[in-house]
Nanobody, 124 residues
């Protein structure tokens, strides 16, 4: 199973970006998936997750601005980011949980497969 992110870039504050994550090797749409972000020398932070029945959870700093969705037909996860702020500048990672079970949270240790990341830079 592999996941691959795309869609990062540089935008001005207040702008928008949509990140995509294509999943290959696994078509089970019920798996928990998440978006995380990390700056150099910082811990990886959970941005948001989507569980087996499509419920989403977000970290407080992005609530109302970021939206996770998925297209099961395309085996793709999305992160729509609106009203971007300079503090959103990070490398963003897509992650997939392979372990069976109902747990689906913002903790990075709960995820098994990670992409290479895509850089998002927001200028003021």
């Amino acid at each position: 199973v592999q996941v691959a992110e795309s869609g990062g870039g540089s935008v001005q504050a207040g702008g928008s970006l949509r990140l995509s994550c294509v999943i290959s090797g696994d078509t089970d749409s019920s798996r928990c998936m998440g978006w995380f972000r990390q700056a150099p020398e910082n811990a990886r932070e959970g941005v948001g997750i989507i569980d087996s029945i499509g419920r989403t959870t977000y970290t407080d700093s992005v609530k109302g601005r970021f939206t996770i969705s998925k297209d099961n037909a395309k085996n793709t996860l999305y992160l729509q980011m609106n009203d971007l702020k300079p503090e959103d500048t990070d490398t963003y990672y897509c992650a997939r949980r392979l372990r069976v079970g109902t747990f689906c949270g913002l903790e990075s240790h709960a995820f098994d497969v990670w992409g290479q990341g895509t850089q998002v830079t927001v200028s003021s």
